[in-house]
């Protein structure tokens, strides 16, 4: 709530895009830490600050998901995206918990920042590759 409209702001001067890649690397930063926290007070400041990385791809993502598809199936995209966030949504929680009762909760944190890093490599790529 506090992220988002300035950081959709930022996606229209600079680009969505860069906004989206700058919320990926903030997002894979922030979620090393949290694998070495103490209290529950160091793990709510993380998740805050993670919450600003969340406010950076929401918008952005909705944003390039307007601008880059066709408009004749542009609600069935949206329906997929939000099919999709659901899911990960339910899913998320539950691997990581099965993840963590095997191998403890640090390993959640790193799994999930080189997941956010291959989503970083994989976006990056993808621009590259439509911007020639």
């Known amino acids: 709530m ?3 409209p300035y ?10 895009h860069k906004v989206l890649i700058g919320g990926l690397v903030a997002a894979a930063i922030i979620m090393v830490p949290m694998a070495w926290v103490q209290s529950p007070l160091e793990l709510g400041l993380l998740r805050f600050l993670l919450g ?3 406010g950076a791809l929401m918008p952005s993502i909705n944003t390039l998901i307007n601008k880059n598809s066709p ?4 609600s ?4 997929y ?3 999709s966030q659901s899911l990960g949504n339910v899913a998320g929680p539950l691997i990581g918990s099965s993840v963590s009762a095997a191998f403890g909760y640090p390993i ?3 799994m999930t920042s080189l997941f ?3 989503n970083l490599f994989f976006t990056h790529n993808m621009f590259k590759k439509h911007s020639k």
Do not use: C, E, P
Request: glycine share 12%.
């Open 2 to 4: 506090i992220a988002s």
């Open 7 to 16: 950081l959709g702001k930022l996606g229209d001067k600079i680009g969505n």
């Open 52 to 54: 600003f990385t969340t």
């Open 71 to 74: 408009r004749d199936s542009l």
């Open 76 to 79: 069935s995209i949206f329906s």
């Open 81 to 83: 995206n939000q099919s």
């Open 108 to 110: 959640v944190f790193y």
């Open 116 to 118: 956010l890093l291959g």
